[in-house]
């Protein structure tokens, strides 16, 4: 299978990867030409081994519309039962079309896992709903309880959803404990309402870095070296925003009354309500957007797998915005019928705006020698509606 | 069947190395063949091979027996030998179906429709029934603690005319065949609901000082109010609500969960409207048992459609779109229907 290699268009990764697999004593003559072409394009300052890959996602949205709407159906004819099957396939189906450097991620979870961890936190949900109903007391007493596993169910649920995604073969992995948990979710959120929210921006900062610092690939661990001023910066920045386009929106609506109020139009139908939400969404939106892309970016920025990736999102925040907005539009008219194009676009939009910086130890990661985890803890987390989510 | 062969991706057990190989596909095996040395040439029997179900165009990935992992680009060809031959029996194939796909933008609000107006009050009205006495009790009486630590307040009603709507109270009820719950008329003063009443699953009935005032001490009309809430407690709509609430918000989260962002709020709304509609719903039974009620006891139904219109001067105005917030119809399609009822 000897076959003479043309490397003047080939990459400087390429080329070390070819050099290491050639054995110098058997052909010396291959192996000085490698290394003369490595040392023609190593640039001085840049490390050697560093290749840039952009994310593509290969999702398109008609074939996803054809498997989310006939899952749905699926789920509905079987009260729910289905829903668990139609999510390992609806992951499937998105991280599978996420490709980095070549190669592809997959979602490992099994619907039975994911079936079991719905039950129990359908159980746990109607408990609650129950004691609600029939005692305010005891179902003050749950939630308590409730609290107190907060910080339990949101480790479970990172690792759970990282051990499940998988690339190159290797799963990622979750080793955040109980006492951190609880200390970045629930003790410095309750401590920030003392310094008015003051503190809330640092309060955030925490968060991702306990879930960031406690992520890890095969046996490789993530670090990240997040500051808060991004934090204080994305999140006065978003009140300012909020607060802006309140005003701007107050005074439309106070036009708009004005006019309807002028031509008759009001009379039955009440149109301050309506503009009311709808300015209430827009805000939201961009307010969130600008949080949103501020924070991604820098996260990312300041992150690494160590000895593995690099990373760089680029989101912008007036073309997130832009995004979000024409995804409520094409919802709101199509009755819920535009989800699945919503859901592709912007995945590839966030995909897009993604970079990774793959070093050469990419190739040598190992398996995580000890994993274990059940779904309980993401599902019940799920129902609860507890959602910790990375940017 | 044919041999076939394609270039696929080779995965080491246990490391994240990455090699190209040459697979080929014939009657029930894998071969695998690599371009460089660090794969083992090799072949499998399909049988003692993992492969992940096909969906969409993702890439096959094949798990061998070693915990390595093959990834093959998902193909015609390929998905005919990886299934066995009949990949058309698959959900894949469902999911590809234009067929499927139209019938499910048809079939699914069909459904949804069916379940939540027909299936969802049928099983809760079953619920209601099997609720012990015990429960509802303990309930009532809960509830009452907590409304009486915060929003209720003791009467400012003159003794003697709590005394004097007692009387009519046990008058009406003595008229009427009900159940055998233990029914109990109480008086509260509240800021916070202003002219209102409610009633409690274990019978206890509530007036506000406010809604006495309002109808100002006309019994007639008092006594119409106190028929819905009556007819509220006869056919158990407070567990009845419960349960519905209960399922419709578990539905709405399994049928249409994992979405995320803006979406929730579209979602809280929805279901904040499904909810409403089950409210409004049992509203209208206990308009129409009362107006019933009424017919039976040779009341006139007017008093019925008096005392909502003192109750909708208390509002500002009422509008349809704002309405899927409310819990309660508009108070005047209640004057309509009430108006509307065959009289004497």
């Known amino acids: 299978m000897e076959k003479q290699t043309d490397y003047t268009n080939s990459?400087?990764?390429?080329?070390?990867?070819?050099?290491?697999?050639?054995?110098?004593?058997?052909q010396p003559e291959q192996a000085a030409l490698l290394d003369r072409l490595i040392a023609e394009k190593t640039p001085?300052?840049?490390?050697?081994?560093?290749?840039?890959?952009?994310?593509?996602?290969?999702?398109?949205?008609?074939?996803?519309?054809s498997i989310w709407i006939v899952n749905l159906l699926l789920t509905i004819v079987t009260l729910g039962i289905y829903s668990a099957w139609a999510k390992v396939r609806t992951n499937r189906y998105f991280y599978a079309n996420l490709e980095v450097d070549g190669h592809r991620f997959s979602y490992l979870a099994e619907?039975?896992?994911?079936?079991?961890?719905?039950?129990?936190?359908?159980?746990?949900?109607?408990?609650?709903?129950?004691?609600?109903?029939?005692?305010?007391?005891?179902?003050?007493?749950?939630?308590?309880?409730?609290?107190?596993?907060?910080?339990?169910?949101?480790?479970?649920?990172?690792?759970?959803?990282?051990?499940?995604?998988?690339?190159?073969?290797?799963?990622?992995?979750?080793?955040?404990n109980y006492i951190g948990a609880l200390l970045a979710f629930v003790v410095y959120p309750i401590l920030s309402v003392f310094t008015l929210y003051l503190a809330f921006p640092w309060v955030l900062k925490k968060m991702d870095e306990f879930i960031v610092t406690n992520m890890r690939f095969g046996n490789n661990e993530f670090d990240t070296d997040i500051t808060a001023d991004t934090y204080y910066g994305a999140s006065f920045g978003a009140v300012l925003i909020a607060i802006g386009l309140a005003i701007v929106s107050f005074l439309v609506v106070g036009v708009s009354v004005g006019i309807a109020g002028v031509s008759g139009l009001s009379g039955q139908f009440d149109w301050t309500a309506?503009?009311?939400?709808?300015?209430?969404?827009?805000?939201?939106?961009?307010?969130?957007?600008?949080?949103?892309?501020?924070?991604?970016?820098?996260?990312?920025?300041?992150?690494?797998?160590?000895d593995v990736a690099y990373f760089n999102s680029e989101?912008?925040?007036?073309?997130?915005?832009?995004?979000?907005?024409t995804n409520m539009l094409a919802l709101m008219f199509t009755l819920g019928l535009a989800m699945p194009w919503v859901k592709v676009r912007s995945?590839?939009?966030?995909?897009?705006?993604?970079?990774?910086?793959?070093?050469?130890?990419?190739?040598?990661?190992?398996?995580?020698p000890q994993q274990s985890a059940s779904a309980v803890g993401e599902e019940v987390a799920d129902v609860f509606d507890i959602d910790v989510a990375i940017g | 069947m044919q041999q076939l062969t394609i270039r696929g991706q080779h995965y080491q057990a246990g490391c994240s190395q990455c090699d190209e190989v040459d697979v080929t596909l014939l009657d029930g095996q894998l071969l695998l063949?690599?371009?460089?040395?660090?794969?083992?040439?090799?072949?499998?029997?399909?049988?003692?091979?993992?492969?992940?179900?096909?969906?969409?165009?993702?890439?096959?990935?094949?798990?061998?027996?070693?915990?390595?992992?093959?990834?093959?680009?998902?193909?015609?060809?390929?998905?005919?030998?990886?299934?066995?031959?009949?990949?058309?029996?698959?959900?894949?194939?469902?999911?590809?179906?234009?067929?499927?796909?139209?019938?499910?933008?048809?079939?699914?609000?069909?459904?949804?429709?069916?379940?939540?107006?027909?299936?969802?009050?049928?099983?809760?009205?079953?619920?209601?029934?099997?609720?012990?006495?015990?429960?509802?009790?303990?309930?009532?009486?809960?509830?009452?603690?907590?409304l009486e630590k915060t929003i209720l307040d003791k009467s400012e009603l003159a003794p003697s005319l709590q005394e004097q709507y007692q009387r009519q109270w046990q008058a009406?009820?003595?008229?009427?065949?009900?159940?055998?719950?233990?029914?109990?008329?109480?008086?509260?003063?509240?800021?916070?609901?202003?002219?209102?009443?409610?009633?409690?699953?274990?019978?206890?009935?509530?007036?506000?000082?406010?809604?006495?005032?309002?109808?100002?001490?006309?019994?007639?009309?008092?006594?119409?109010i106190l028929l819905h809430e009556i007819g509220h407690v006869e056919l158990h709509h407070s567990m009845r609500l419960i349960a519905e609430t209960l399922v419709a918000s578990l539905a709405i989260d399994y049928f249409f969960g994992d979405l995320g962002g803006v979406v929730e709020f579209f979602i809280g709304l929805s279901n904040t409207m499904v909810q409403n509609q089950f409210s409004q719903k049992l509203e209208w039974q206990a308009d129409n048992f009362a107006l019933q009620q009424m017919h039976y006891l040779g009341l006139d139904k007017e008093h019925f459609a008096q005392a909502m219109e003192k109750l909708a001067q208390t509002l500002a105005g009422e509008s349809r779109v704002e309405n899927l917030l409310s819990t309660h119809p508009l108070l005047k399609d209640r004057i309509d229907n009430a108006r509307a009822q065959p009289s004497l």
């Open chain 1, 11 to 26: 990459s400087l990764e390429e080329l070390t990867i070819a050099r290491e697999r050639i054995d110098a004593q058997a």
């Open chain 1, 44 to 65: 001085a300052t840049r490390p050697a081994r560093a290749r840039t890959s952009r994310v593509t996602f290969h999702g398109n949205a008609s074939e996803y519309f």
């Open chain 1, 111 to 176: 619907p039975l896992q994911i079936l079991k961890g719905r039950i129990i936190g359908l159980l746990l949900f109607a408990a609650y709903f129950l004691l609600g109903a029939i005692s305010p007391v005891a179902a003050a007493i749950f939630m308590l309880v409730l609290l107190i596993a907060t910080p339990f169910l949101i480790c479970q649920s990172l690792k759970f959803n990282l051990k499940m995604t998988g690339y190159r073969n290797i799963r990622f992995g979750f080793n955040g």
């Open chain 1, 274 to 306: 309506l503009v009311g939400v709808a300015a209430y969404v827009l805000v939201f939106l961009v307010a969130s957007s600008y949080y949103q892309a501020k924070v991604r970016n820098h996260l990312f920025a300041e992150s690494r797998i160590v």
């Open chain 1, 315 to 325: 989101l912008q925040f007036g073309s997130l915005a832009m995004l979000k907005l």
């Open chain 1, 347 to 368: 995945t590839r939009f966030i995909a897009d705006a993604t970079e990774v910086k793959v070093l050469s130890g990419a190739d040598k990661v190992m398996v995580d």
């Open chain 2, 33 to 146: 063949d690599a371009t460089d040395a660090s794969v083992e040439r090799c072949c499998y029997s399909l049988s003692e091979l993992s492969i992940s179900p096909k969906v969409g165009t993702i890439p096959r990935e094949i798990r061998l027996p070693d915990n390595g992992l093959l990834s093959l680009p998902s193909n015609q060809e390929v998905d005919r030998y990886l299934d066995g031959g009949k990949p058309h029996r698959s959900i894949a194939a469902m999911e590809s179906s234009t067929t499927w796909a139209f019938a499910s933008v048809l079939l699914v609000p069909l459904f949804l429709y069916i379940f939540f107006k027909f299936a969802i009050p049928a099983l809760a009205v079953s619920f209601a029934a099997y609720v012990p006495d015990s429960v509802t009790g303990l309930a009532s009486r809960h509830t009452m603690m907590a």
């Open chain 2, 172 to 224: 009406l009820r003595s008229r009427l065949q009900l159940s055998d719950v233990n029914y109990q008329l109480y008086f509260r003063k509240s800021d916070h609901m202003g002219a209102n009443a409610f009633a409690l699953p274990d019978g206890s009935v509530v007036v506000t000082d406010e809604l006495v005032n309002l109808l100002e001490q006309n019994s007639d009309l008092l006594n119409a």
